[in-house]
């Protein structure tokens, strides 16, 4: 994969950007920038998001992201310990997927947590929510503070080390609120994360769009607005070098009435 251009914008209300742009997150804001240009839209961030944080803003074509580290490294830590000592992963069949009809073994570990009586179905499989935990609760808390949006399930991916992984997938399951966004805490070793166009794909693909590329880092939130997800896949590829665990949190809102349909 080729090198990614570093390009960070803070938070703001619009954006006419292109969508070819390779992006890589970087904490520093933009020094091309006025200080009062980056005074004004640092103050129109704030009023996005009740408990504001240094926010950074990816964009690309349909790509919409907000990205901040949430928890301070102490707290992090404290909460990865936590979660390895509240969280019941998977077994059976709800451990497994379907690919084009076939099943596989997930390559990592895999849990839901959320209220009571919600399911969520993917990957040919319907995964039932666990009762939450103290520390997911805790952690959820401090989600709807920071960003000021509510959730009610959470899918739980423990990757052992570098070996563990996730292929290409969109998080566009019909029984998601459209409206909102996916958020994304990663705990543990950082690792990259990779965005493709959906028409940048394989050998046929239609267009030539540069993939997005993130490390997100311990103690770190990734919101994923719409429409993200109809356009563009997600994956956390194989690093081998990698010899740390990893636990990542995606909250998610469920419309329990919703119909799926078949």
């Known amino acids: 994969m080729e090198k990614f251009v570093v390009r960070v914008k803070k938070k703001s209300s619009d954006s006419s950007d292109g969508g070819n742009q390779r992006k890589k997150i970087k ?3 933009d020094e091309s920038l006025k200080q009062e240009e980056d005074e004004e839209e640092y103050d129109d961030s704030l009023s996005e998001f009740s408990h504001p944080v240094p926010w950074q803003k990816i964009e690309a074509e349909d790509l919409d992201c907000d990205y901040a580290l949430l928890f301070s490294k102490d707290e992090a830590d404290r909460l990865f310990h936590q979660l390895e000592e509240e969280v019941v992963y998977s077994t059976g069949e709800e451990s497994k997927v379907q690919v084009f009809g076939k099943v596989y073994n997930i390559p990592r570990k895999q849990a839901t947590y959320g209220d ?19 520390t997911l609760e805790y952690i959820r ?5 920071t960003t000021g949006q ?3 399930f959470v899918l739980i991916n423990r990757y052992k080390d570098g070996q563990d992984h996730m292929g290409e997938h969109r998080d566009d399951e019909k029984e998601l609120d459209p ?4 958020a994304s805490v990663s705990l543990g070793a ?11 794909r394989g050998k046929q693909s239609s267009r ?11 103690g770190s939130l990734l ?17 081998k070098k990698i010899t740390l665990p990893r636990i990542n949190l995606t909250f998610r809102r469920i419309l329990a009435d919703r119909k799926i349909k078949k």
């Open 223 to 239: 919101l994923m607005n719409s429409p993200t997800n109809t356009f563009w896949y997600h994956s956390l590829p194989a690093r």
């Open 116 to 134: 009571e009586g919600l399911t969520y179905t993917y990957s040919g499989v319907t995964r039932v929510a666990c009762p939450w935990t103290p």
């Open 141 to 145: 808390d401090s989600v709807t503070e």
């Open 150 to 152: 509510t959730f009610n």
């Open 208 to 218: 030539q769009i540069e993939p997005v590329k993130l490390e997100l880092a311990h």
């Open 179 to 182: 409206l909102c966004p996916i």
């Open 27 to 29: 904490l520093e804001g």
């Open 190 to 200: 950082a690792r990259d994360f990779i965005f493709r166009h959906r028409d940048a």
